[in-house]
């Protein structure tokens, strides 16, 4: 508000101003009074459209109610088709495996075939015939080392013969296994099929669900636009009362301003006039002054009449 006491020097009488402010603050109530019956029947306006428009919004509750459970069940299927071709993915995956596998056996065992010509038991019994003979009968250096040839080269092919005759059951069992993979497949495929049907008998009863929403929110959409445009005068009525709250804030401080420089007014006349006396009672000669004296000859307004509350 700047120094008072300095505007009043001016010539403006302390009276006449707090008439003035006293008059600018019965303005400013008046425009807030004003403001805030403009706002209650805002408010109750307000109140009546957003009745309505939860009245509607009600109706609407149920349909999309039941939109929300057939999205909630279409998710459902499509997760589960999701995962049926996850596991169908893994198990084309484990049918090439298997049949590279197949392939590399089914090389072998050719190969194999080819190299072997003897049954597993006529390999065994001419091994045993000629460990015999090594063991019973005295022979030469020569007979020897080509009876122990042999043995290793008969040995050889027993191990073969074994291994072919493993690789046969495994790569039987391979094809067993192989079969039963595409049964699976097959299996998983018409699974997926059907829930995609499924699916799309869904869609066909959201998108009519969706089409009858639309229409009803259409209604609520109106009269959230007309809520909306009556919301905007509000908060302009709301910031409006705040300015002129914190006006009346402010003239309200300045009238208590003035009050309060008429009364350090008031007190400075009697400062001023017990300050002559001391004075005079120097200028008589009497140098001996109370504590008292001292503050009113060398303090000022404050400092005296605070230290005398």
Avoid at 33 to 57: P, V
Avoid at 87 to 98: A, G, P, S, V
Avoid at 108 to 134: G, K, V
């Amino acid at each position: 508000m700047g120094n008072i006491m300095e505007q009043n020097n001016g010539g403006q009488n302390f009276q006449q101003l707090l008439v003035q402010i006293s008059n600018q603050i019965g303005e400013v109530r008046n425009q807030i009074k004003s403001f805030k019956n403009e706002r209650a029947i805002l408010i109750s306006e307000l109140r009546d459209l957003r009745s309505e428009r939860r009245k509607l919004i009600e109706q609407l509750k149920e349909l999309r109610s039941k939109l929300k459970e057939l999205n909630i069940k279409r998710q459902e299927l499509i997760e589960k088709i999701r995962e049926l071709r996850s596991e169908r993915r893994e198990k084309i995956q484990e049918l090439r495996t298997l049949l590279n596998l197949a392939r590399e056996k089914r090389e072998q065992l050719q190969m194999l075939d080819q190299e072997i010509r003897m049954p597993i038991s006529a390999i065994r019994r001419e091994i045993e015939r000629l460990e015999w003979i090594q063991q019973t009968r005295i022979l030469s250096v020569e007979e020897e080392n080509r009876i122990i040839r042999e043995i290793a080269r008969l040995e050889d092919l027993l191990e073969k013969a074994l291994k072919a005759k493993q690789e046969k059951k495994e790569y039987i069992e391979l094809r067993a296994e192989l079969k039963g993979l595409r049964l699976v497949i097959n299996a998983l495929t018409r699974e997926i099929n059907e829930l995609s049907s499924k699916i799309s008998k869904l869609d066909e009863e959201r998108n009519a669900l969706r089409t009858r929403i639309n229409e009803m929110s259409e209604k609520v959409d109106e009269l959230s636009k007309s809520i909306e445009k009556k919301q905007k005068r509000l908060d302009e009525l709301s910031e409006e009362i705040n300015k002129s709250v914190a006006e009346l804030r402010s003239l309200r401080e300045k009238y208590q301003e003035i009050l309060r420089e008429i009364e350090k007014s008031k007190l400075k006349k009697i400062l001023e006039e017990k300050r002559r006396i001391v004075e005079e009672k120097i200028k008589r000669g009497e140098k001996r002054l109370t504590l008292e004296e001292l503050k009113i000859l060398y303090g000022d307004v404050e400092d005296i009449f605070d230290d005398s509350k």
